[in-house]
């Protein structure tokens, strides 16, 4: 605890404040390090590529969910099925579309538009 004299010394002391920088707005240019940060970050990188576009043999989810947008059918399978029943070099969508035309429940006859209309998840 400081003595009444080291407090009356600190009251009479010129108040010294940091110099306040100004807080950066929504039209403020972003400095480079940012975007270098954003480019480089590992994460922001695996999302780049769709799931329906990669191989099978380059997922590493445990359960792949597909469903139609038409029927409202879902179907779900474990990758390693998928991958014993397609080929690892096969990609998530047309094993996902083999999966759905097989057993595809609205027919209309006409070839067009007959098929199921995948949702990869």
């Known amino acids: 605890m400081p003595t009444p ?5 600190l ?3 010129p108040q010294v404040t940091p110099p306040v920088s100004p807080t950066p707005g929504p039209a403020d240019n972003i400095p480079e390090a940012y975007w270098d940060a954003v480019l480089l970050d590992p994460s ?6 769709p799931i329906r576009q990669l ?4 997922i590493s989810q445990y ?3 597909l469903g ?4 409202d059918r879902v179907l779900k399978i474990q990758t390693s099925d998928a991958v014993r029943l397609y080929g690892a070099e096969t990609t998530w969508k047309d094993a996902g579309r083999r999966l759905l035309d097989s057993k595809c429940e609205n027919r209309t006859g006409s ?5 199921c209309w995948p949702s990869f998840e």
Do not use: F, I, T
């Open 44 to 49: 922001g990188r695996a999302r780049a590529v």
């Open 111 to 115: 070839h067009e538009e007959d098929g």
């Open 55 to 58: 191989r099978l043999g380059e």
């Open 63 to 65: 359960l792949l969910r």
């Open 68 to 71: 139609c947008r038409r029927c």
């Open 5 to 9: 004299k080291q407090m009356e010394k």
């Open 11 to 13: 009251g009479n002391a």
